[in-house]
């Protein structure tokens, strides 16, 4: 029998995505949002807009596009806007990130050019390699909470938006973690008023967009939304919230082969991870502190999806070491080099080399797109608090308290388009397969 759909209110109107920086990830996905509405490029890489669903039975072919099955927001109906610590247009930010082509960019530049960011929360201590003019000032944290609760009621009232959605796309801070201050929304609110340092730049925006019931996606892997009274303060208020850090390069990779190593029982010795890279991200990474952020986000991938206490045998002490090298030359243009020792039958030693030369946001830009419009989605079918099945786009995914994130890629799409099917009222597809044979 079928199952009831949810309830999902029509994606009517204007949808505002407020980004949280305006560096190489933000501008490569405005820049590439104007691009595909003026049919100059196709949006590679996103599953709102290319994926499709299979419904019912193998037999019955029914497949139409996720966004021909389930109401997301058009591409036309999408408003932008952003803060940063600089004062650079999203055409002069996009000029120097230097991910697109200057060609595609003039094609686009009006638009680009019309984005202008508001100034950013920002505090040197959490990301010290970055200097900006274009930040906030006020008494204490509160204050500045209260100064982006203002500008995002504004911006949505200006844009004439009927709904808003917040990314955080900027750099990612200095390691952090879950201490007194952020166990409860009471705690967290008098550490508003004290400044307290525990309170990081993202902590606050996160803060902002749930009090405003804007849905919040993590694409850092810093502490943020992800402490109790945040998670709490969005199931209480109906906000859906997600993350965190893009999952774009080397992590992708290792999400892929990892299950595949796993599913023949082939056995880790070590996983080497270097990677090579030039843009802000690189020059922010270079710092230990906010390394260390980015360390623990890319090391616990491989633990979770090969279940050493499961198969010991096979997994119990692999070694893991992950590097990351700020090399200007490189620019956005990242690169990931693998070293992955493994055995087989009766323990005879293999190894595999992995060399990828992506390009970060040109993987990440698509990624923030499919949030934006599924958060929105999440929150006009009533779905509050952590969106689990949003796991497949993040690194570190966030999950209940107490209940480890699943890593592996092909678990987490099944995952997501069961929710897809969930939320329509169609059958969950679990792949068995014998009603074709009886």
Known sequence: MVAKGVDIAPAEGKLGVLLVGLGAVSTTLVAGVEAIKRGISEPVGSLTQMGTIRLGKRTENRSPKIKDF?????????????????????????????????????????????????????????????????????????????????????????????RLVMVWAASTEIFLESSAVHETIESFEKGLYDSDPAISP????????????????????????????????????????????FKTGQTLMKTILAPGLKSRMLGLDGWYSTNILGNRDGEVLDDPENFKTKEESKLSVLEHILQPDVYPDLY?????????????????????????????????????????????????????LDLALFLDLAQRAGMKGIQEWLSFYFKAPQTAPGLYPEHDLFIQLMKLKNTLRHMRGEDLITHLGLEYYD
């Open 70 to 162: 389930v109401p997301i927001a058009e591409l036309e109906d999408i408003v932008f806007g952003a803060w940063d610590i600089f004062d650079d247009n999203a055409f002069d930010a996009a000029m120097n990130a230097g991910v697109l082509e200057k060609d595609l960019l003039n094609q686009v530049s009006e638009q680009l050019a019309s984005l202008k960011p508001m100034p950013a929360v920002f505090e040197q201590n959490y990301v010290k390699r970055l200097h900006g003019e274009n930040v906030k000032t006020g008494k204490n944290k509160m204050e500045l909470a209260e100064q982006l609760i203002e500008e995002i009621a504004k911006f949505k009232s200006d844009n004439g938006c009927d």
């Open 202 to 245: 993202s902590m606050i925006y996160a803060y902002a967009a749930i009090k405003s019931g804007v849905p919040f996606a993590n694409g850092a892997p810093n502490l943020t939304a992800d402490i109790p009274a945040l998670t709490k303060l969005a199931e209480d208020l109906g906000v859906p919230i997600c993350g965190k850090d």
């Open 316 to 368: 119990e002490g692999f070694s893991h070491v992950v590097r990351i090298n700020y090399y200007p030359p490189r620019g956005d243009n990242k690169e990931g080099w693998d070293s992955v020792d493994i055995f087989g039958w009766l323990g005879y030693k293999m190894q595999i080399k992995i060399d990828f030369l992506c390009r970060d946001s040109i993987l990440a830009a698509p990624l923030a």
